[in-house]
């Protein structure tokens, strides 16, 4: 498109020439064929200088005027459309450069200016920041490796508009604000160009599915004991895969009226599998766990790192002493879903918020709008909860894939629904 506004710009200016220097032209041999300046001021008057006859006039020194006219006029009539033609192209062409430009900009501030690698990896991949944990009245606990989620699916779960809310005011009081609504050093369009910049590193559904199935197989193997490439591994998940069919079958069984609506068959397996009232539930809530503690690109798909407190700066492994400031582990054991900058969700909260799996397993899908509230209880409205289903962006008129996909959703609700 560059190369067709390209194009359609030089025909304009070429046109824009062949006027102008045909006008010069005229200019030019127009003086040379005037009388030379000779005599006394009443020969030089123009009343008393002989010009063409009336017969010439009027014929072929008309004729000229009149076909230069003409010539000039076909160029324009022509010329003009031509050159307008080409106005979609480069409207295109200056959006497409225009996004060139700013993902550069946006580039060099994730790697240079505002340096995010250093904590989100590089291309968004994932990392850590060095944080010092601290009691309620400020009082030193220890120093931790805080980890830091993958960008390049943030796209996936969450709108821009969410996005620059989070880089404008922080986020976990671990990710400082960085626009300057909450005081941070970078301006409106910086944050623009940032945006840009993670609209480019945004990965495809294959790779999502492959760090996110990887992470899953490493939480089974670990359950077992095994390593995550032991064929129990996909035993085990072939388990899971039975468990699910069999509550489907026992969903229909009780309800023929669901034959053939594959949507509300999958509702009512879950609602079964949540209640514990299918053969393999526990195995099929393990599962949930897992995939809600998935370590996989710094636990970017995992829920435990905003619901568990301490998840997030690994805080029941003993590290170095002599680094951490900490004698042993900050926490012998994690409170799966206790709450942290997420809300609290033991004690049955979820059942409490939402009434059924089905409405439970759509939250956890679409995520938290900015501005919208959710549940029974009317909770939220800042758009911090990322939604882990597909979302789609009628702006850009793009979609971005899933993070987990709806087997993987449901089974984490199931386990949500019985902490």
């Not at 004729?63 to 295109?92: C, F, N, Q």
């Not at 989070?166 to 940032?194: C, F, K, S």
């Not at 997420?342 to 004690?347: D, F, K, Q, S």
Request: aromatic share 8%; charged share 20%.
């Amino acid at each position: 498109m560059l190369l067709a506004a390209s194009t359609q710009r030089s025909i304009g200016l070429i046109i824009f020439a062949v006027i102008v220097i045909g006008f010069a032209l005229y200019l030019f041999f127009n003086s040379r064929a005037a009388r030379p300046e000779v005599g006394s001021e009443l020969e030089l008057a123009p009343n008393r200088k002989p010009y063409l006859d009336d017969s010439e006039l009027e014929g072929s020194k008309l004729d000229k005027t009149l076909l230069t006219g003409l010539a000039m006029l076909m160029v324009i009539s022509v010329g003009l459309p031509l050159y307008w033609l080409g106005e979609p192209g480069r409207h295109d062409g200056l959006i497409e450069l225009t996004d060139e430009i700013f993902t550069r900009r946006g580039t060099a501030l994730y790697e240079e200016g505002a340096d995010c690698q250093a904590c989100h990896g590089a291309q968004g991949s994932g990392g850590s920041t060095t944080y010092t944990l601290t009691d309620n009245e400020g009082n030193f606990i220890a120093t931790v490796a805080w980890t830091a989620p993958s960008l390049n699916t943030v796209l996936s779960r969450y709108s821009e508009d969410e996005i620059t809310h989070i880089l404008n005011y922080g986020r976990n009081n671990v990710m400082p604000a960085w626009g300057a609504p909450g005081g941070g050093p970078l301006t409106e369009q910086q944050l623009e160009y940032l945006i840009y910049y993670l609209r480019s590193i945004q990965i495809p559904e294959a790779d999502i599915r492959s760090t996110v199935d990887q992470g899953i197989r490493d939480g089974i193997a670990q359950h077992l004991n095994v390593a995550n490439n032991d064929p129990s591994v996909d035993e085990w998940l072939a388990s899971v895969e039975e468990t699910v069919e069999e509550a489907r079958s026992m969903a229909l069984a009780a309800d023929s009226s669901l034959a053939g609506d594959e949507d509300a068959i999958r509702s009512a397996g879950l609602e079964l599998l949540s209640a514990g009232k299918t053969p393999g539930s526990e195995l099929y809530l393990t599962y949930g766990r897992i995939i809600f503690n998935n370590k996989a690109a710094s636990g970017t798909y995992s829920c435990a790192r905003c619901h568990t407190y301490g998840w997030s700066f690994d805080a029941t492994t003993d590290g170095d002493d002599n680094i951490d400031g900490h004698p042993g582990p900050i926490l012998e054991a994690y409170k799966d879903g206790g709450g942290f900058f997420g809300p609290n969700l033991t004690g049955g909260s979820t059942l409490d918020q939402f009434e059924t799996a089905a409405e439970h397993a759509d939250f956890i899908s679409q995520g938290q709008d900015i501005g919208q509230t959710y549940g029974r209880g009317g909770a939220g409205g800042n758009g911090q909860m990322p939604g882990f289903g597909p979302r789609r962006d009628d702006n850009l008129e793009v979609a971005y894939p899933e993070t987990l996909t709806p087997d993987q959703i449901d089974a984490v609700t199931a386990f949500e629904r019985n902490l």
